[in-house]
């Protein structure tokens, strides 16, 4: 039984409850909410791990200047998998001097086409890694196994080739500018997309000609230290890219490092505002990434089962730690009511657990500070009188976990409908017409995307006109590629990653 209903696509459990008018004569989702699956978790036998990580600055792994380590811990089993260096000040500065001594004497000379060599090569060996690589990201991060070896590794191989391909080619990206490297450019990136963010940073500093301090997230450094492994074996200069390890203080101390000539940083807006007035008159560049609160408006002419399942995608896929989640759900009110049943159906059928089982489709939340916050929110959300609705599904006793969580009859001006909770919580808000559905999907501090689920292409082109969202899908969500460009309106941030924009801001005249 077990094995049938795993052969089972989502898709074709949607069509068996929702095909038929007469919905007494076929299962409803939840009819397949008991049924369980055989485990199939991914072995990890085949992951190298060190016990201990130094910094990785001038080509080299060395120890961190204060010699403290502190560790990384796997959220799904709240198992310590491995010691991380905690760089200080005086690291940093070893990172920037590599870094920028490898600009002025090696990287920015070289032509395009051998750097291109060098970022084709790393691609192709975190092709060659890629099993690790997605084991490694969902043991330190917690996401399903199923995202990081279907989504993050992948794509983030696909960036590395992609810039890759635009290194020797910068004079056709600006005809007639000739774009020049700006020097080293400092990096912070998030831990809900430890290798993709990495990807993300790395790949166009390169190919535009720039040398790179990279800081990752302090829960999620594993996959960026394997990637300085790779970086090693690929013979890419010494210093052309410096990942170190630490907390904020370590990010801080990039930000402000006067040898740094671009900050990137993905992550809260909070940090990022620090940063944005930190860098203020020093004449350093910047791309921030930050956070989002996207809706996903669906119209009464909208397929809607495709819709129910691009808002499980959107929101409960992944535990809501994307910055572009569809965290908010406007539905037109005629079709509000069988939005809502059968959002609720397939949220029963959701599997929430082991991230390394291949079955699991809602995996641990990153850390047990992320796991409190979220609590609060939904405590908040209940205080605020909107009605609660959470799968019924069991948690696992170890680990931190939160079930798919639905908050309806929300307004507005609620703090759910507003504020970025980043976990697996969707607020259910009402509309009547076009011109309401714009307004209230505007009316938020944040733009970073949104979905359309509707049959009429001239509504999509109508919204994505009025809407302030660097991304918006339409019938569909949480679709990347190297080749598009992304990133935010307000208080989302502002450049673009991605695409030929994401060469732009690694360029000067
Ligand atoms: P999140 O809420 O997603 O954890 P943060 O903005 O707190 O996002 O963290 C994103 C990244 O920014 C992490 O690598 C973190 O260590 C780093 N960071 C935190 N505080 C600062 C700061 N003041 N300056 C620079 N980087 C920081």
């Not at 960036?159 to 080293?184: E, I, S, T």
């Not at 909208?302 to 399942?309: G, L, N, R």
């Not at 959701?350 to 641990?364: Q, R």
């Not at 599904?393 to 409908?417: D, I």
Request: glycine share 8%; aromatic share 10%.
């Amino acid at each position: 039984m077990a094995a049938a209903v795993a052969a089972t696509t989502s898709s074709d459990i949607n069509s068996m409850s929702t095909s038929s008018t007469k919905r007494s004569a076929v299962p409803s989702l939840s009819f397949f909410k008991d049924w369980t699956y055989v485990p199939a978790p991914e072995s990890s036998d085949h992951i190298h791990l060190k016990d201990q990580y130094g910094l990785f600055i001038n080509g080299e792994f060395v120890r961190p200047h204060s010699k403290r380590y502190f560790d990384t811990i796997n959220p799904a089993t709240e198992k310590k998998i491995a010691e991380i260096a905690d760089a200080d000040e005086k690291d940093v500065d070893a990172a920037v001097t590599a870094a920028a001594n490898a600009s002025a004497k090696i990287w920015k000379r070289m032509p395009g086409k051998e750097r291109s060599k060098y970022i084709y090569r790393i691609a192709r060996m975190i092709q060659e890694r890629a099993r690790e690589f997605a084991v490694i990201e969902t043991m330190d991060g917690g996401k399903p196994i199923r995202e990081s070896r279907d989504v993050d590794v992948p794509l983030a191989a696909n960036h590395f080739f992609y810039y890759a391909g635009w290194a020797d080619k910068l004079d056709y990206a600006f005809p007639n500018r000739r774009p020049q490297p700006l020097g080293v450019a400092g990096q912070i990136i998030p831990w809900n997309f430890p290798l993709l963010m990495a990807a993300w940073k790395i790949a166009p500093a390169l190919a535009c000609g720039n040398t790179v301090v990279l800081k990752p997230a302090e829960t999620t450094s594993l996959t960026a230290l394997k990637l300085a492994e790779i970086i090693q074996e690929s013979g890419l200069p010494a210093g052309v890219v410096n990942i170190v390890t630490g907390f904020g203080k370590t990010g801080a101390a990039i930000v402000n490092h006067p040898g740094v000539n671009k900050v990137a940083f993905t992550g809260s807006t909070d940090v990022g505002k620090i940063i944005q007035k930190a860098i203020a008159g020093t004449g350093k560049k910047a791309t921030l990434e930050l956070g989002g609160k996207a809706a996903n408006i669906v119209f009464d002419d909208a397929p809607i089962d495709q819709a129910v399942e691009g808002i499980v995608n959107g929101i409960f896929f992944n535990q809501g730690h994307v910055c572009c989640a569809g965290s908010r759900l406007l539905v037109q009110e005629g079709v509000a009511e069988i939005v809502i049943r059968k959002l609720k159906d397939r949220m029963e059928t959701l599997i929430v657990g082991d991230p390394m089982d291949k079955n699991t489709d809602i995996g641990a939340i990153n850390s047990k500070e992320q796991l409190k916050k979220i609590n609060e929110y939904i405590s908040i959300g209940v205080n605020e009188g909107a009605e609660l609705y959470q799968s019924s599904c069991t948690l696992p006793s170890k680990g931190f976990f939160c079930k798919p969580t639905l908050f309806l009859n929300t307004s507005q001006s609620h703090r759910l409908v507003q504020e970025e909770i980043f976990g697996p919580v969707l607020a259910v808000q009402t509309f009547r017409t076009v011109e309401e559905a714009i307004e209230k999907a505007n009316n938020i501090p944040y733009g970073l995307s949104a979905g359309i689920w509707t049959d009429k292409g001239s509504k999509i082109f109508n919204m994505t006109s009025k809407m302030r969202a660097g991304v918006v899908w339409a019938n569909t969500y949480n679709k990347f590629d190297p080749t598009s460009p992304f990133g935010g309106y307000k208080e989302s941030g502002y450049g673009r990653e991605g695409g030929l924009h994401g060469l732009l801001p690694y360029v000067q005249w």
